[in-house]
T-cell receptor, first 116, second 114 residues
Framework: AQKVTQAQTEISVVEKEDVTLDCVYETRDTTYYLFWYKQPPSGELVFLIR????DEQNEISGRYSWNFQKSTSSFNFTITASQVVDSAVYFC?????????????WGLGTSLAVNP | DSGVTQTPKHLITATGQRVTLRCSPRSGDLSVYWYQQSLDQGLQFLIQYYNGEERAKGNILERFSAQQFPDLHSELNLSSLELGDSALYFCASSERDQGQHTQYFGPGTRLTVL
């Protein structure tokens, strides 16, 4: 069965601190996809990144970076120099490629509070 | 703005009633997914449609049903509502039905059952 674990329920930091959100996944699929979504206080789910299982290259987008390690089944998300606008709940999700695995399996989310 | 629209934004109703939630996918997307977000269960997949056909089903209650119409919009019908059905219901769409296609989410419909 597929599973996503986000062990950190809540994180609180002061503006300009770096923060890493952890995500550990379980799957028996050889091809799978990992995602991060952001849910700000307004409630919508905003797509941040998708990573394919066969591409372990890390990615940086502005202040955001993602570290994908198949050996530890982890897909961690780092925000550098955090800002108040980064305050949100962040979800890690996993999907397979066939059958019922096409759906997104979600972690429980990490609530990030960035204080001024 | 993801390009996925959902109506209504908020819905307040009573136990035992029936409601219909509506979703229009992004232009060009053929696949529609429905998810439920509640405080106790988190985000749960309900059902997926691709080009009008049901493709995958999650833990969707028998009281719930959905369909995707020829114009690709989708509706989620919830009947015999219970207090526990109060939740945020999201629709998402993707280009195709394989897992590598990113799902883009609508703003959600917040359902309150009193």
């Amino acid at each position: 069965a597929q599973k996503v674990t986000q062990a950190q329920t809540e994180i609180s930091v002061v503006e300009k601190e770096d923060v890493t959100l952890d995500c550990v996944y379980e799957t028996r699929d050889t091809t799978y996809y990992l995602f991060w979504y952001k849910q700000p206080p307004s409630g919508e789910l905003v797509f941040l990144i998708r990573r394919n299982s066969f591409d372990e290259q890390n990615e940086i987008s502005g202040r955001y970076s993602w570290n994908f390690q198949k050996s530890t089944s982890s897909f961690n998300f780092t925000i550098t120099a955090s800002q108040v606008v980064d305050s949100a709940v962040y979800f890690c999700a996993l999907s397979g490629n066939a059958g019922n695995n096409r759906k997104l399996i979600w972690g429980l989310g990490t609530s990030l509070a960035v204080n001024p | 703005d993801s390009g996925v629209t959902q109506t209504p934004k908020h819905l307040i109703t009573a136990t035992g009633q029936r409601v219909t939630l509506r979703c229009s996918p992004r232009s060009g997307d053929l696949s529609v997914y429905w998810y439920q977000q509640s405080l106790d269960q988190g985000l749960q997949f309900l059902i997926q449609y691709y080009n009008g056909e049901e493709r995958a089903k999650g833990n969707i209650l028998e009281r719930f049903s959905a369909q995707q119409f020829p114009d690709l919009h989708s509706e989620l019908n919830l009947s015999s509502l219970e207090l526990g059905d109060s939740a945020l219901y999201f629709c998402a769409s993707s280009e195709r039905d394989q897992g590598q296609h990113t799902q883009y989410f609508g703003p959600g419909t917040r359902l309150t059952v009193l």
